[in-house]
């Protein structure tokens, strides 16, 4: 969020300074399984699932211009993602949701990027990889993908250092007051003093939003990873829960787990991730894990995003879909933060909703 709004700024014209404390948990810009995706964003909430869907439309030009601007090759797939079904009784379920997603399109005379396949359609899609017994199918969007989400970050920070941004890493804020027209910040690096503020920090919004007295309704989730070594290139899009990355390694995710900000890995998880595995590709079984982790998800109370200006010139940024969402930040948030109206795109992500 912060690499990707401060890039939007520097962009713009605004002299921007961005603070990032090293943390010794792994946080959700570096731990996420890298994601670009839309068909699972928004039951029930149209303004979310239609905010995604125009964030990964434009997730192409966006990376395009990120890589040329950069020189970094982000491994962007789009045109292909799968929420994948084990048995029946996920199918069905899975079905509903699609068709709920649907309906509520329907109803705003829109569409929603995704459709119900059968197994025998799905191991067409595979290849040559046998899908295990268990899979019935799943929901396919031909607009959804991947990213490397650890290159994403680089080649945004970097872009805004090359623009004039100034980058301070491992760097703490310890308080935080508004004096006159001005915010007072005392960080480990020394006293600073801007005229706006932007918490995009995750988790860390917690505590930052507290030093200006405003409480906000974020809760962390668990979620362990597995990687396996590189293998030969089988998985030509990514699924929900299992991907190969650029260099042919396999990404095996997720768990969703509330335990607070614990972030132990357990083999408890690990077994039941490598069982799910198996489950789809038996032909995994021969793979070794290589790494494995553990990272804190940033939800909200309702899984929505909140963009919302906390008081004068102090702007609170929030949401679990940092990837998906990188380009619609980088490009509408800042004009907004600049002092501009409210993109009708996010006017109802706003604090209120959680006080009705």
């Given at each position: 969020?912060?690499?990707?709004?401060g890039?939007g700024l520097?962009r713009?014209?605004?002299?921007?300074?961005?603070?990032d404390?090293?943390s010794d948990?792994?946080k959700?810009?570096k731990a996420?399984?890298?994601l670009?995706?839309?068909?699972?964003?928004?039951l029930?909430n149209?303004d979310?699932?239609?905010?995604?869907v125009?964030?990964?439309?434009?997730?192409?030009?966006f990376?395009?211009?990120i890589?040329?601007e950069?020189?970094?090759?982000?491994?962007?797939?789009?045109?292909?993602g799968?929420v994948?079904?084990?048995?029946e009784?996920?199918h069905t379920?899975?079905?509903?949701?699609?068709?709920q997603?649907?309906q509520?399109?329907?109803?705003?005379?829109?569409?929603?990027p995704s459709?119900?396949l059968d197994?025998t359609?799905?191991?067409?899609?595979?290849?040559?990889?046998p899908?295990?017994e268990?899979v019935?199918?799943?929901?396919?969007s031909?607009?959804?993908?991947?990213?490397?989400?650890?290159l994403l970050l680089?080649?945004?920070r970097k872009?805004?250092?090359?623009?004039g941004?100034?980058?301070?890493?491992?760097?703490?804020v310890?308080?935080?007051?508004?004096k006159?027209?001005?915010?007072?910040?005392n960080t480990?690096?020394g006293?600073?003093?801007v005229p706006k503020v932007v918490?995009a920090?995750?988790?860390?919004?917690l505590s930052?939003?507290a030093?200006?007295?405003?409480?906000?309704?974020?809760?962390p989730?668990?979620?362990?990873l597995l990687?396996?070594?590189?293998?030969?290139p089988?998985?030509p899009?990514?699924?929900?829960g299992?991907?190969?990355t650029g260099?042919g390694?396999v990404?095996?995710g997720?768990?969703?787990?509330n335990?607070?900000?614990?972030?132990?890995?357990?083999?408890?998880?690990?077994a039941q991730?490598?069982?799910?595995?198996l489950d789809?590709?038996?032909?995994?079984?021969?793979a070794?894990?290589v790494r494995?982790?553990?990272?804190?998800?940033?939800?909200t109370?309702d899984?929505?995003?909140?963009?919302d200006?906390?008081?004068e010139?102090a702007?609170?940024l929030?949401t679990?879909?940092?990837v998906?969402l990188a380009s619609?930040h980088?490009s509408?948030?800042?004009?907004?933060?600049l002092?501009?109206?409210k993109?009708d795109?996010i006017h109802?992500f706003n604090l209120?909703?959680?006080?009705?």
């Amino acid at each position: 969020m912060g690499a990707a709004v401060g890039l939007g700024l520097v962009r713009s014209g605004a002299k921007v300074l961005m603070l990032d404390k090293i943390s010794d948990i792994h946080k959700a810009s570096k731990a996420n399984f890298g994601l670009v995706w839309s068909q699972s964003k928004g039951l029930g909430n149209r303004d979310y699932s239609r905010f995604s869907v125009k964030a990964t439309l434009g997730f192409k030009e966006f990376a395009q211009w990120i890589e040329q601007e950069s020189h970094i090759d982000l491994e962007l797939r789009l045109g292909a993602g799968l929420v994948l079904s084990m048995g029946e009784t996920e199918h069905t379920a899975r079905q509903k949701i699609i068709e709920q997603m649907h309906q509520e399109a329907a109803q705003h005379a829109e569409t929603h990027p995704s459709r119900m396949l059968d197994r025998t359609e799905l191991q067409a899609l595979v290849g040559d990889a046998p899908l295990g017994e268990k899979v019935s199918g799943g929901s396919f969007s031909t607009i959804d993908g991947d990213v490397n989400p650890l290159l994403l970050l680089k080649a945004m920070r970097k872009i805004f250092i090359q623009r004039g941004g100034h980058f301070i890493h491992g760097c703490s804020v310890n308080s935080m007051e508004r004096k006159n027209n001005t915010y007072l910040i005392n960080t480990t690096e020394g006293n600073i003093e801007v005229p706006k503020v932007v918490m995009a920090a995750g988790l860390g919004n917690l505590s930052l939003a507290a030093m200006v007295g405003k409480k906000i309704p974020l809760v962390p989730q668990k979620g362990q990873l597995l990687v396996t070594q590189r293998l030969k290139p089988f998985l030509p899009f990514p699924m929900s829960g299992l991907r190969q990355t650029g260099c042919g390694s396999v990404m095996i995710g997720y768990t969703q787990e509330n335990t607070g900000f614990e972030v132990t890995t357990t083999p408890g998880a690990a077994a039941q991730l490598a069982q799910r595995a198996l489950d789809i590709f038996p032909a995994l079984a021969h793979a070794r894990v290589v790494r494995s982790w553990a990272g804190l998800r940033v939800l909200t109370k309702d899984g929505a995003p909140i963009y919302d200006e906390i008081e004068e010139n102090a702007y609170i940024l929030a949401t679990h879909s940092c990837v998906t969402l990188a380009s619609v930040h980088e490009s509408l948030l800042p004009p907004w933060i600049l002092g501009g109206k409210k993109p009708d795109d996010i006017h109802r992500f706003n604090l209120e909703r959680f006080h009705v």
